[in-house]
T-cell receptor, first 113, second 112 residues
């Protein structure tokens, strides 16, 4: 298993600003992912955070809006840039070791006002 | 396009009875399926999984059934307990891919 710490757990931000979310894992993992859960909806994959190279983004998500860093095998950050109220969501970091279950952080609840 | 579908947004069940949650998928490349439980203000917690080479997997009170021909899976919780009240997500991944596709979730309420 993996223990994932996400910071901050929640934040209220002004529109037009940016927020960086941190994800720390207690062990080295190959695959790290960032998901978004908009109010009342399912989890949607934003991108795969690749160690040592640029993240791989899913359709509808772009690097300018959601820049991701992955400096090593235990840490990643997701930045939500130039925020608008539509970015109000729960953002979740996840890791998966092979073809088994994925583990999730507790999430960051973002409210943009 | 939603490849994993949970058509029942909510389910209410009496404590001690069986909860049955359903999930359908459209992508024939999915070969690994998982169920997660989520409480408010927490991340999803893994419950149980099943590979496409099996049609049933059991872990304590939780059993997952897979019907590949129908592209359908279900989660049975027996007996249901008040602590089972949460949102349950069905998820799936393709062969040689680690990404998960999630359903919309089913909110389960267990009544005392």
């Amino acid at each position: 298993s993996a223990v994932i710490s996400q910071k901050p757990s929640r934040d209220i931000c002004q529109r037009g600003t940016s927020l960086t979310i941190q994800c720390q894992v207690d062990s080295q993992v190959t695959m790290m992912f960032w998901y978004r859960q908009q109010p009342g909806q399912s989890l949607t994959l934003i991108a795969t955070a690749n160690q040592g190279s640029e993240a791989t983004y899913e359709s509808g998500f772009v690097i300018d809006k959601f820049p991701i860093s992955r400096p090593n095998l235990t840490f990643s950050t997701l930045t939500v840039s130039n925020m608008s109220p539509e970015d109000s969501s729960i953002y979740l970091c996840s890791v998966r070791q092979g073809r088994t279950e994925a583990f999730f952080g507790q999430g960051t609840r973002l409210t943009v006002v | 396009d939603q490849q994993v579908k949970q058509n029942s947004p909510s389910l209410s069940v009496q404590e001690g009875r069986i909860s049955i949650l359903n999930c359908d998928y459209t992508n024939s490349m999915f070969d690994y399926f998982l169920w997660y439980k989520k409480y408010p203000a927490e991340g999803p917690t893994f419950l149980i999984s099943i590979s496409s080479i099996k049609d049933k997997n059991e872990d304590g009170r939780f059993t997952v059934f897979l019907n590949k021909s129908a592209k359908h899976l279900s989660l049975h919780i027996v007996p249901s307990q008040p602590g089972d009240s949460a949102v349950y997500f069905c998820a799936a991944s393709e062969t040689n891919d680690y990404k998960l596709s999630f359903g919309a979730g089913t909110t389960v309420t267990v009544r005392a």
